[in-house]
């Protein structure tokens, strides 16, 4: 009876025991201590800079002479093999046109160089000479400099370097934010030309070419140009397709009994691109009783410059003689000059030149 007793005082003794600090002493010490762990920060990107030098001080001429440096002003080396840099620049008319390095520090061998054609002109820009490198590393501090570079035209057409987005004259190396900057196809450095509105509209040039306007030949040419092309007025930005182009020349037959005949002499683009027809006006004009109509299966109006020349030919079938001067769109002038008693029309609406 006694040892049961005791027993019963040592389990109350035990289950009193679990609300005293003893118990709770017992779980404290078996807690951790809160830790903070901390990633390591990734390592900065390199800082990468474009620098620009005109070599030739922006004279006008068929090639664009500039030098280009690739500055790491980071605290991290750079991979070369996912840069790119970008040049803007408008050709002018220009539409042979082929990249070169005459000379580089880091090595013209170690360079790539291409120049895309936009099909949408941007603000002093319809073009970009694109530099690409090596797979090789650039260390933080260090610069790869592309010393004497080109863009030329193989024609020989002239290129007015002023209105360039990314030109800038001065002879030494200089940071230039309007030469832009790519990693992985990611714009690093430099602010793109921005886009303007596009306007698809040009002008129609025309020079005589008969030595009489009494003869049996009507012999006009004819040019189509976009913007910068030298004209009387500044026409549009973009690249037309000539498939949606029609031209119509206004002339009087002087005869009622005789079929016409017509050539193409001459073509910039290929007479195989040009077809050409004739419609009867009617009611008839004082100065146009028929146009010549004038259609094309390919070729383009360049952004900037012409078409080159059409050399036209219409006969009548019997090779009787003409009087153009009594013809709506017939004028005396010997060289190319704006016309607009020649009309032309872009997916059939008129968009140069006033009907008789």
Request: with cysteine.
């Given at each position: ?8 005082i ?23 201590n ?12 390199a ?12 004279a ?14 980071g ?7 996912t840069v ?24 013209c ?8 054609d ?23 501090g ?24 990314s030109?800038a ?14 990693v992985?196809g990611?714009l ?10 596009v ?8 020079l ?18 976009g ?6 007025e ?23 009994t ?71 769109s ?27």
């Amino acid at each position: 009876m006694r040892r049961l007793l005791v027993v019963a005082i040592v389990l109350a003794a035990v289950l009193a025991g679990f609300g005293t600090g003893v118990a709770i002493a017992a779980f404290t010490a078996r807690e951790s201590n809160p830790q903070t762990i901390t990633a390591a920060d990734p390592a900065p990107p390199a800082t990468l800079v474009a620098q620009s030098r005109s070599n030739d001080a922006g004279a006008t001429s068929s090639q664009i002479q500039l030098g280009l440096r690739l500055v790491n002003r980071g605290a991290t080396p750079a991979s070369l093999g996912t840069v790119t840099m970008r040049y803007w620049f408008t050709a002018d008319g220009a539409d042979r046109l082929v990249g070169a390095c005459y000379y580089s520090v880091y090595g013209c061998g170690q360079v790539g160089l291409s120049i895309t054609d936009l099909r949408a002109a941007r603000e002093g820009a319809d073009h970009y000479l694109q530099v690409s490198f090596s797979a090789a590393t650039l260390a933080p501090g260090q610069s790869a400099s592309l010393d004497q570079l080109a863009v030329r035209d193989d024609g020989g057409t002239q290129m007015t370097q002023a209105d360039d987005w990314s030109f800038a004259d001065r002879s030494a190396f200089a940071d230039n934010a309007r030469v832009t900057v790519y990693v992985g196809g990611q714009l690093v450095w430099g602010t793109e030309p921005g886009a303007v509105p596009v306007d698809e509209s040009f002008e129609v040039r025309y020079l005589n070419r008969a030595a009489s306007p009494l003869d049996n030949a009507i012999l006009p040419s004819i040019k189509l140009a976009g913007s910068s092309g030298g004209g009387a007025e500044e026409t549009g930005n973009v690249e037309i397709d000539l498939r949606r182009v029609t031209v119509r020349y206004w002339f009087t037959k002087d005869s009622t009994t005789q079929s016409l005949i017509g050539f193409c002499d001459y073509a910039q683009v290929g007479c195989d691109k040009v077809a050409l027809g004739f419609v009867p006006v009617s009611p008839a004009k004082p100065k146009a009783d028929t146009y010549l109509e004038i259609t094309f299966t390919g070729g383009v109006i360049p952004a900037e410059g012409t078409t080159g020349p059409f050399e036209l030919r219409v006969h009548k079938a019997d090779y009787s003689n003409f009087d153009e001067t009594n013809d709506y769109s017939w004028g005396t002038n010997t060289t190319f000059e704006p016309n607009p008693r020649i009309t032309a029309y872009l997916d059939g609406k008129l968009v140069w030149g006033t009907p008789p």
